[in-house]
């Protein structure tokens, strides 16, 4: 099993045990949490989510990502935000890279990225939520941190 399945395996189940413990419906915790019902039930059934839907799902919990894939045993973090902050990622993305000691390019040549990616991140924008899940666990770095909810 590569990481990206086991991690969304472990979201799958983490969400799973949380959404029964809510005792809600699909459709009410879908209103409660601001997501489409079909989402539900796709994230419910292995479909990876958007980070704005993963982000809503965690700050209803009050939980963090980085627990609901797996990459530590942190239900949360003690100063831990609500929310997301698109700008965050890049300089952290920097920072993991050089403590690293590799690039952007070594991480492409390996599959975790996409070289064309690095200008749109540069302005702002966030790669997909599957490509976080490799860059954290291939930098040994935080979700929630690249996503500025942690300092």
């Not at 980070?51 to 045993?73: A, H, R, T």
């Not at 690039?103 to 599959?111: A, E």
């Amino acid at each position: 099993m590569n990481i990206l399945t086991e991690n969304t395996t472990i979201f799958t189940e983490n969400f799973t045990d949380l959404f029964i413990k809510t005792n809600f419906n699909k459709t009410k915790f879908a209103n409660e949490v601001g997501i489409k019902h079909s989402q539900i039930e796709h994230y419910l059934q292995g479909t990876i989510p958007t980070i704005k839907s993963v982000v809503k799902i965690c700050d209803y919990f009050n939980c963090s990502i980085d627990y609901m894939v797996g990459l530590n045993n942190n239900f949360k973090y003690e100063n831990m935000k609500q929310r997301y902050t698109s700008n965050s990622f890049y300089p952290e993305y920097q920072r993991l890279l050089k403590i690293n000691h590799t690039n952007h390019f070594r991480l492409s040549k390996n599959n975790l990225v996409t070289e064309t990616s690095l200008s749109s991140w540069k302005r702002g924008c966030l790669p997909k939520f599957e490509v976080l899940i490799n860059i954290a666990y291939e930098l040994g770095g935080s979700i929630d941190k690249m996503l500025g909810r942690i300092e």
